[in-house]
């Protein structure tokens, strides 16, 4: 792909714009079978922990596989698939009504417009229209918005954030996987902040640097560290730092911890039985495991929810 290159030397932290950053780690990966094996430098801030990529993929390539989707798909799927999936271990739908929920509760700008920034499969637009929301959706993916008309009936603008010239401010904006895709989210989180109305919610959620897994697995984690499509790699800590500066007063933090039930039978390479045992166990042993976790700060995934002064 003449698309792969990489972007500019960054000489700051992405979160909060310390200049104290350094080497970490270096990750090769393999987006798909057509692609050439590319190397990732991914840099750490030792001021609030954040990582990102340094250099990271230009532009143009980024925007090269968002065209398709955000989420790895190098195929279209269907609604029937996505609602399998989702049946089969809870997730999308389980956050979707959790964030959106919660973001309500939070909005105290009286406005009843929520936006929903790289909306996916469109889990995120129906729970918030299901609260009495009308919402404007983005989304550059293909094969993502074919699902999301069949869910919502609707397609999302299929633009890059950056595109998006709003007519109208909002009380809720939710950003859920996506500020780790984003070049330059200080940019990104400065638009986010005016097109809220004061009182408005950002909910906004993000795989943790932090986590165990990252710790445990290092460069072998790719819940986090997924390249070239995760660029940034954020801390509860930096992430806070991000937002803060552009006005937004974090108002709740929560980490998440879940594992796919199928995630100890398929690395075994068990079958039958024996994976429906192993499946079973990972479904409840969990549960323990991943409040705790979550309680020590080590959870695989952070939500954020931020109100505009």
Same mark, same amino acid.
């Given at each position: 792909?003449?698309t ?18 350094g ?5 090769d990966y393999l ?7 590319k ?16 250099q ?18 190098t ?8 609602m ?8 999308c739908?389980?956050?979707?009504k ?10 105290k ?11 996916g499969?469109g889990?995120?637009?129906?729970a918030?229209?299901?609260?009495g ?18 869910l ?10 950056e ?7 909002f ?7 996506? &500020?780790?895709?984003? @070049?330059?989210?200080?940019?990104t989180? !400065? /638009?986010v =902040? #005016?097109? +809220? ?7 906004c ?34 992430l806070?730092?991000?937002l ?19 995630? &100890?039978?398929?690395? @075994? ?5 024996? !994976? /429906?045992? =192993? #499946?079973? +166990? ?28």
């Amino acid at each position: 792909m003449t698309t792969e290159i990489y972007g500019e030397v960054l000489r700051a932290c992405v979160a909060c714009g310390a200049e104290k950053i350094g080497f970490w780690r270096q990750k090769d990966y393999l987006y798909t079978d057509s692609a050439s094996r590319k190397a990732f430098r991914i840099y750490r801030c030792a001021c609030c922990g954040t990582g990102f990529l340094n250099q990271p993929p230009h532009r143009q390539w980024l925007q090269a596989i968002y065209q398709y989707s955000g989420q790895a798909l190098t195929q279209a799927i269907t609604l029937d698939e996505v609602m399998g999936r989702e049946a089969a271990f809870p997730n999308c739908i389980v956050d979707a009504k959790r964030m959106a929920l919660q973001a309500d509760q939070l909005n105290k700008s009286g406005n009843h417009r929520a936006l929903d920034i790289g909306s996916g499969f469109g889990f995120y637009t129906r729970a918030l229209r299901l609260l009495g929301y009308r919402t404007v959706s983005i989304n550059p993916g293909q094969y993502e918005n074919r699902v999301f008309q069949d869910l919502n009936g609707d397609e999302p603008l299929p633009i890059m954030f950056e595109q998006y010239q709003p007519e109208q401010a909002f009380g809720v904006v939710v950003m859920s996987q996506v &500020l780790e895709h984003i @070049l330059e989210p200080d940019r990104t989180i !400065a /638009k986010v =902040a #005016d097109l +809220l109305e004061s009182g408005g919610v950002l909910a906004c959620a993000v795989p943790n640097y932090a986590s165990f897994l990252v710790k445990l697995l290092g460069t072998k984690e790719n819940a986090c560290l997924w390249v070239p499509e995760h660029v940034n790699y954020f801390t509860e800590k930096g992430l806070k730092s991000l937002l803060e500066r552009h006005g937004l007063r974090v108002v709740k933090t929560e980490q998440v911890t879940r594992i796919q039930y199928n995630a &100890l039978s398929r690395r @075994l390479g068990l079958t039958g039985s024996l !994976a /429906k045992l =192993a #499946d079973t +166990l990972v479904k409840y042993a969990q549960i323990p495991f991943a409040a705790l976790m979550d309680t020590l700060g080590l959870g695989i995934y952070l939500n954020v929810y931020a109100v505009k002064q």
